[in-house]
Antibody, heavy 124, light 107 residues
Framework: QVHLVESGGGVVQPGRSLRISCAAS??????????MHWVRQAPGKGLEWVAV????????YYADSVKGRFTISRDNSKNTVYLQMNSLRVEDTAVYYCAKDVNSGSPPSWFYSWGQGTLVTVSS | DIQMTQSPSFVSASVGDRVTITCRAS??????LAWYQQKPGKAPNLLIYVASSLQSGVPSRFSGSGSGTDFTLTISSLQPEDSATYYCQQAKSFPLTFGGGTKVVIK
């Protein structure tokens, strides 16, 4: 069983930066075997995939809405994935979930386990 | 990008009813489709993958079917705990995309 815990959310002004994290744990779970995603959900809205990084960090993909502003990274020694968010916009306001891929993260797949989410609010 | 369109966006049904939700892809995704259930304030939960495979621990009243562009999620006998929003997601290509969601409420 995988346990994912996001942290680092909060209120930030438009144009500023924020980095959120997701720590993974679980017996029998080897973090470095799996791709890790970020998925977000604006208040009262549907799900939007944001980014993925493959198991070994060699591949990363982004939604067009965040490309060039957000960067996903991971530290397999710490079982942690990060999302660096720059040039934040009001429309980036959302709950950000990290999610574990079924496989390595590339090719595409689905989301096997999810964290509880961290709220990022972009407001002046 | 592959657009995913769900219908209906809202369903009101009684306990024991059969509920069907449809998901249509803007281009073929073979069987690379998943379904999720999300309850208010909670993270989504994987129900179905590869269009028709039931995730471990998911009740057998849930089933999925379809391939190519047209897919269906069926709840054979609606239960009170099935009140939730359901999303489809294509896994054919990046960027991964979700349908807009279907909210299921119990009458």
């Amino acid at each position: 069983q995988v346990h994912l815990v996001e942290s680092g959310g909060g209120v930030v002004q438009p144009g500023r930066s924020l980095r959120i994290s997701c720590a993974a744990s679980g017996s029998g779970f080897t973090f470095s075997y799996y791709g890790m995603h970020w998925v977000r959900q604006a208040p009262g809205k549907g799900l939007e995939w944001v980014a993925v990084m493959s198991d070994d960090g060699s591949n990363e993909y982004y939604a067009d809405s965040v490309k060039g502003r957000f960067t996903i990274s991971r530290d397999n020694s710490k079982n942690t994935v990060y999302l660096q968010m720059n040039s934040l916009r009001v429309e980036d306001t959302a709950v950000y979930y990290c999610a574990k891929d079924v496989n390595s993260g590339s090719p595409p797949s689905w989301f096997y386990s999810w964290g509880q989410g961290t709220l990022v609010t972009v407001s002046s | 990008d592959i657009q995913m369109t769900q219908s209906p966006s809202f369903v009101s049904a009684s306990v024991g009813d059969r509920v069907t939700i449809t998901c249509r892809a803007s281009q073929g995704v073979d069987s690379w489709l998943a379904w999720y259930q999300q309850k208010p304030g909670k993270a989504p939960n994987l129900l179905i993958y590869v269009a028709s495979s039931l995730q471990s621990g998911v009740p057998s009243r849930f089933s999925g079917s379809g391939s190519g562009t047209d897919f269906t999620l069926t709840i054979s006998s609606l239960q009170p705990e099935d009140s939730a929003t359901y999303y489809c997601q294509q896994a054919k290509s990046f960027p991964l995309t979700f349908g807009g969601g279907t909210k299921v409420v119990i009458k």
